[in-house]
């Protein structure tokens, strides 16, 4: 089978179209045939060693990829969910725990859109800021895979003024077609003021959090008391600075949360009530999954060079079954 690998950390580029055998599935696992593999940011900071949950911990050669679409061999149409590694192949091995048939009204793009980034949009908000109706939340890169489906999803689960932010007019204008109630410029110089400027004057109660540096510090002095901020991503490369507890969460009794979704693939049953509910709620249209392009297998690197160079909207996907060089 073909797969893209990886032998040596390094850019995008170090991804190589390579032929290799075909997985075997180990005991409890399941080998899929893949018709097409998502893209998370994650995968641009894998392939660099530089993915914190991860870091000095891979091994090589290496091939990313936490989902895919493809056929079981039995012939379901399903969505499987890889540990971390392995999706951008013609064939991949995953626990059959982690694999979940899709309805017929939901496209390859859509079930690869509400996969990871779905499971992460619907657990900050739930489960990690849990927020409540009428609250006003923050969503960052909210053009991007998860914060596109965070816009929505906020505003499917009642809350109040719903924020996104992003670093482009273009993708401002499509966070506002998503539902959000008003879009702001994602740059950390002066982002406290129009967040407080974007909620009517007002601190917010939730703000989502997946850039670091500066953005973290303006984010944090945006969120009300009582407020939670959460924690999800460090998309900058600049780990936050250390936080005055006391004097900045403590005092004003507000939170911060961390947030790693495979954590919550423990519990393999609740991954699958989410997905039921994320795939009902995009076949019956409440949920409009993004699809920002389909990119052949091998053209990976220049995908994942799209992504980090902040030029990408919605869900990346990549086309493998479809695809011959
Ligand atoms: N903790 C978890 O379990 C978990 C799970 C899934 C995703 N995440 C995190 O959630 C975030 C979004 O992931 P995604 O896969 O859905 O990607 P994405 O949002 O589709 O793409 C990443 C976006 O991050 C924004 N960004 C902000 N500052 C950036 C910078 N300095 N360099 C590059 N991009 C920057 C860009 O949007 P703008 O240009 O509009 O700012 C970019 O489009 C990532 O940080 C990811 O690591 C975490």
Same mark, same amino acid.
């Given at each position: 089978?073909?797969?893209?690998?990886?032998?040596?950390?390094?850019?995008?580029?170090?991804?190589?179209?390579?032929?290799? &055998? /075909?997985?075997?599935?180990?005991?409890?696992?399941?080998?899929?045939? !893949?018709?097409?593999?998502?893209?998370?940011?994650?995968?641009?900071?894998? @392939?660099?060693?530089?993915? &914190?949950?991860?870091?000095?911990?891979?091994?090589? &050669?290496?091939?990313?990829?936490?989902?895919?679409?493809?056929?079981?061999?039995?012939?379901?149409?399903?969505?499987?969910?890889?540990?971390?590694?392995?999706?951008?192949? #013609?064939?991949?091995?995953?626990?059959?725990?982690?694999?979940? #048939?899709?309805?017929?009204?939901?496209?390859?793009?859509?079930?690869?859109?509400?996969? @990871?980034?779905?499971?992460?949009?619907?657990?900050?908000?739930?489960?990690?800021?849990?927020?409540?109706?009428?609250?006003?939340?923050?969503?960052? *890169?909210?053009?991007?895979?998860?914060?596109?489906?965070? @816009?929505?999803?906020? $505003?499917?689960?009642?809350?109040?003024?719903?924020?996104?932010?992003?670093?482009? #007019?273009? $993708?401002?204008?499509? !966070?506002?077609?998503?539902?959000?109630? *008003?879009?702001?410029?994602?740059?950390?110089?002066? =982002?406290?003021?129009?967040?407080?400027?974007?909620?009517?004057?007002? =601190? !917010?109660?939730?703000?989502? #959090?997946?850039?670091?540096?500066?953005?973290?510090? *303006?984010? =944090?002095?945006?969120?009300?008391?009582?407020?939670?901020?959460?924690?999800?991503? !460090?998309?900058?490369?600049?780990?936050?600075?250390?936080? %005055?507890?006391?004097?900045?969460?403590? /005092?004003?009794?507000? /939170?911060?949360?961390?947030?790693?979704?495979?954590?919550?693939?423990?519990?393999?049953?609740?991954?699958? $009530?989410?997905? %039921?509910?994320?795939?009902?709620?995009?076949?019956?249209?409440?949920?409009?999954?993004?699809?920002?392009?389909?990119?052949?297998?091998?053209?990976?690197?220049?995908?994942?060079?799209?992504?980090?160079?902040?030029?990408?909207?919605? $869900?990346?996907?990549?086309?493998?079954?479809?695809?011959?060089?």
């Amino acid at each position: 089978m073909r797969a893209m690998q990886i032998t040596t950390f390094g850019g995008p580029e170090a991804l190589q179209l390579t032929e290799m &055998p /075909s997985p075997v599935a180990g005991p409890g696992q399941v080998v899929v045939d !893949v018709d097409s593999a998502g893209i998370n940011y994650a995968d641009t900071l894998i @392939v660099e060693d530089a993915y &914190p949950p991860a870091r000095g911990m891979l091994p090589l &050669p290496l091939i990313p990829g936490t989902e895919v679409v493809g056929r079981t061999p039995d012939g379901r149409r399903v969505l499987a969910l890889t540990e971390l590694l392995g999706g951008y192949a #013609e064939r991949t091995a995953v626990i059959s725990a982690m694999v979940h #048939e899709i309805p017929g009204e939901v496209s390859d793009s859509q079930a690869l859109a509400v996969a @990871v980034q779905g499971l992460t949009a619907w657990h900050l908000l739930r489960s990690a800021a849990r927020v409540t109706a009428g609250e006003s939340v923050v969503v960052p *890169a909210a053009a991007g895979g998860t914060g596109s489906l965070a @816009v929505q999803l906020a $505003k499917q689960m009642g809350a109040g003024r719903v924020i996104g932010m992003a670093s482009s #007019e273009e $993708k401002r204008k499509l !966070v506002l077609s998503l539902g959000a109630d *008003a879009a702001v410029d994602s740059d950390p110089d002066g =982002l406290t003021e129009r967040l407080v400027e974007a909620n009517g004057g007002e =601190l !917010v109660d939730v703000v989502l #959090e997946a850039t670091g540096g500066q953005t973290f510090d *303006a984010s =944090l002095e945006a969120v009300a008391p009582l407020g939670r901020l959460v924690v999800y991503g !460090v998309a900058s490369g600049i780990p936050p600075q250390p936080v %005055d507890v006391l004097g900045r969460v403590a /005092s004003r009794a507000r /939170s911060i949360i961390g947030f790693y979704l495979p954590v919550y693939f423990e519990d393999p049953v609740g991954v699958h $009530k989410v997905l %039921d509910e994320l795939f009902a709620m995009t076949a019956d249209g409440r949920l409009e999954p993004q699809c920002g392009g389909v990119y052949p297998l091998a053209d990976a690197p220049r995908a994942l060079a799209d992504l980090r160079a902040r030029g990408s909207h919605g $869900k990346l996907v990549l086309d493998v079954s479809g695809w011959s060089d």
